[in-house]
């Protein structure tokens, strides 16, 4: 029975992994890269993302210079930033492109800190349909009777319990995001 648990603890992980993917573009008050890796570009009759175009690089706290591996794409990365909602303006400086964030304020970071709270419940949403899904499978199982109901109550026991540590991991990496967010 702890197979299908096992099986589909790896549901769980990628919850994971894509929260703290997602909320890796949460400014916090040093500015990251990842704010625009995945920026998309329209170039060479494609969407890519800006990753996988330039170098990217945070050479002061405040600002991001972005270095194209092909200075014929500077004008569509130009455009994509201003597309991307970043609330700056880019800068093409020779043949690069320069970021430059002003420094946040304390409602912006109030602001900042309810979008993480809103992605934090957009993760916990995914683990209970997780469980859901899980659940229906031990409960079919039961009804089959390929499993007791002893080993049914024990199965979704189990997956309380894993539920209940991955909901904890998700508090501690928002708690941590969190105070990166409203560290001055």
């Not at 569509?76 to 597309?83: F, M, P, S, V």
């Not at 970043?86 to 964030?101: K, Y």
Request: net charge negative; proline share 3%; hydrophobic share 35%.
């Amino acid at each position: 029975m702890n197979n299908l648990i096992e099986k589909n603890k790896e549901q769980f992980e990628k919850t994971i992994r894509f929260f703290q993917e997602d909320i890796s573009s949460l400014r916090t008050g040093r500015i990251s890269p990842s704010l625009v890796e995945k920026v998309l570009v329209e170039s060479y009759g494609t969407t890519t993302e800006l990753l996988q175009l330039a170098s990217i690089t945070s050479p002061e706290p405040q600002s991001i210079a972005i270095k194209p591996w092909d200075k014929s794409i500077l004008a569509a990365i130009e455009k994509a930033l201003n597309k991307a909602d970043l609330n700056v303006n880019p800068v093409v400086d020779g043949d690069l492109v320069r970021l430059n964030f002003p420094q946040l304020t304390e409602e912006s970071r109030k602001e900042l800190v309810k979008v993480l709270h809103k992605k934090v419940e957009e993760s916990r949403i995914k683990l209970r349909g997780n469980r859901e899904k899980v659940k229906e499978e031990v409960i079919s199982l039961e009804k089959s009777k390929q499993i007791s109901e002893d080993e049914k109550f024990d199965a979704l026991e189990s997956l309380d319990e894993l539920v209940k540590e991955y909901n904890e991991k998700i508090k501690q990496i928002s708690d941590k995001k969190e105070q990166e967010i409203m560290k001055i």
